[in-house]
Structures are given as C-alpha cells and as structure tokens.
C-alpha cells in the first residue's frame, strides 16, 4: 500500500502566531488603559491641589488685606489726632510767645513771670510727645513690614500660577501622547483583525488541500488513479465510482 503524504506543518505556526498577535493586542490595551487611569489620577490630584492652593491663598490674602486696612485706618485717625493736637499746641505756643514779647516789651518783672509761668512745664510737654512720635514710627515700620510680607506673599501667588500654568501644559502633552498611543492602537487592531482574516484565509486554503491529498491518496491507494496518471486525465472527476469499487471515503486521516 503507498504511503499517504504527510500533511504541511504550517497550521501549528499560523496558530501560534495568531495567539502571539492577539496577546499582543491584549497587552497593549492593558497597558493603554493604565496609561489612562493614571492620567486621569494625576489630573485630578493636580486639579485638587490647584483649586485648594488657589482657595487658602485668597481666603490668606482677603484677611491680611482687610487686617492691613483695619490698622491703616487705625492709624490714620491716630496720626490724625496726633497732627490736630500738635496744631493746636503750635498755635497755643505761639500765642504764648507773642504773649511773652509783649511783656518784654513792658518791661515789668511781674509780666516777665507771668509771661515765663506757661512754659514752666514745656521740657516735660516736649519730651512726651517726643516719645509718642518714636512710638508711632515704630508703628509705621511694623506696617511697613507688613506690607513687605504682603508683596512677598504676592510674588509667591505669582509663582505658583506660572506652576499650575507648566502642569496644565505637561498634562496637555500626556493628553497627545495617550491620544497619539490610543491612535497607534486603533491602528494595531485593524491591522490584527486584517492578519486574523488572512490567517483565516490561509486556513481555509490548507483544509482545501488537505482535502484534496487525502482524496487523491485515497485513489492511488484503491487504484483509481494511476502514479503516471496527469490529475486531469485521472477518474477523480467521473460521477460515482465503477462497479466493485469501495465507497469513496469523506476525509483520510492517517
């Protein structure tokens, strides 16, 4: 009896790589989908953060800002109160020298010490407000201190805008890159359900010439066909098989 012919070793290795295509695709979805989650994790963190700092910055400044107001106003009607007094001690002074050189000019030693006995007291008059003048300078520079820590504050706000501003822009270009990868995806899927066709294709055309090995081995072995026999001169094409011949099996298998 001939021996059947063996069929091709290319199913195996169309199989395999089928299976290695589609555990390619499987990763790469997998690893597209971390890609995402933790993009959108880190934006929202980002987000949180911004609108948090943004929030405590405001609520910080709105009180320095009403706190600053509050002294300056304090301060004002001080000083204020402080000019209208040394107003009226100025124009107390000088009607009290002009009370004195009006009683030089009489001449009388009784009007000399009437004249003298207001500024009895002057010395301490003078050295009292000369403390409550270094008081509120000492004032004025604690509020210009202040006001320096405020600008401080502001140049800090700004340079926290310029960061959110630069991780806005980093997060735009992972938007591109994941957007850039999920196109790259959608391409590799088209490409793995094209070679999943073609695969299919070429299985197709292998169990068509399996078939046709096995009916043309089946027919060298009940002698229908002869080995110098060309296969279109061979009986395989007649309707039903001559008289004693067996039944013409579906498949052979070895």
Same mark, same amino acid.
């Given at each position: 009896?001939?021996?059947?012919?063996?069929?091709?070793?290319?199913?195996?290795?169309?199989? %395999?790589?089928?299976?290695?295509?589609?555990?390619?695709?499987?990763?790469?979805?997998?690893?597209?989908?971390?890609?995402?989650?933790?993009?959108?994790?880190?934006?929202?963190?980002?987000?949180?953060?911004?609108?948090?700092?943004?929030?405590?910055?405001?609520?910080?400044?709105?009180?320095?800002?009403?706190?600053?107001?509050?002294?300056?106003?304090?301060?004002?009607?001080?000083?204020?109160?402080?000019? @209208?007094?040394?107003?009226?001690?100025?124009?107390?002074?000088?009607?009290?020298?002009?009370?004195?050189?009006?009683?030089?000019?009489?001449?009388?030693?009784?009007?000399?010490?009437?004249?003298?006995?207001?500024?009895?007291? %002057?010395?301490?008059?003078? /050295?009292?407000?000369?403390?409550?003048?270094?008081? /509120?300078?000492?004032?004025?520079?604690?509020? @210009?201190?202040?006001?320096?820590?405020?600008?401080?504050?502001?140049? /800090?706000?700004?340079?926290?805008?310029?960061?959110?501003?630069?991780?806005?822009?980093?997060?735009? @270009?992972?938007?591109?890159? %994941? @957007?850039?990868?999920?196109?790259?995806?959608?391409?590799?899927?088209?490409?793995?359900?094209?070679?999943?066709?073609?695969?299919? /294709?070429?299985?197709?055309?292998?169990?068509?010439?399996?078939?046709?090995?096995?009916?043309?081995?089946?027919?060298?072995?009940?002698?229908?066909?002869?080995?110098?026999?060309?296969?279109?001169?061979?009986?395989?094409?007649?309707?039903?098989?001559?008289?004693?011949?067996?039944?013409?099996?579906?498949?052979?298998?070895?």
């Amino acid at each position: 009896m001939p021996t059947p012919l063996k069929p091709s070793g290319l199913r195996p290795d169309v199989e %395999i790589l089928s299976r290695k295509i589609e555990e390619m695709g499987e990763s790469h979805e997998t690893s597209l989908m971390e890609m995402e989650t933790a993009h959108n994790d880190t934006l929202a963190t980002l987000q949180e953060e911004h609108a948090r700092t943004v929030k405590n910055l405001k609520m910080a400044h709105e009180q320095q800002r009403k706190s600053l107001e509050e002294e300056f106003e304090k301060l004002r009607l001080s000083l204020q109160d402080q000019v @209208d007094t040394l107003t009226f001690q100025n124009r107390s002074l000088r009607d009290r020298a002009k009370r004195f050189e009006e009683a030089l000019r009489k001449s009388t030693d009784e009007q000399i010490v009437d004249a003298l006995a207001p500024y009895q007291h %002057i010395e301490e008059d003078l /050295k009292s407000l000369k403390e409550v003048l270094e008081m /509120k300078n000492q004032q004025i520079h604690q509020q @210009d201190v202040k006001i320096s820590e405020l600008e401080k504050m502001a140049e /800090k706000n700004v340079y926290l805008e310029e960061r959110v501003q630069v991780l806005q822009q980093q997060n735009e @270009d992972l938007k591109a890159r %994941i @957007d850039k990868n999920l196109a790259v995806s959608r391409q590799l899927s088209e490409e793995n359900a094209n070679l999943q066709v073609h695969v299919e /294709k070429e299985n197709n055309e292998k169990k068509r010439l399996s078939r046709t090995n096995e009916e043309l081995l089946w027919r060298l072995q009940t002698g229908e066909l002869s080995p110098r026999m060309s296969p279109n001169s061979s009986p395989i094409h007649r309707s039903s098989p001559g008289p004693g011949s067996p039944a013409r099996p579906h498949s052979y298998h070895q």
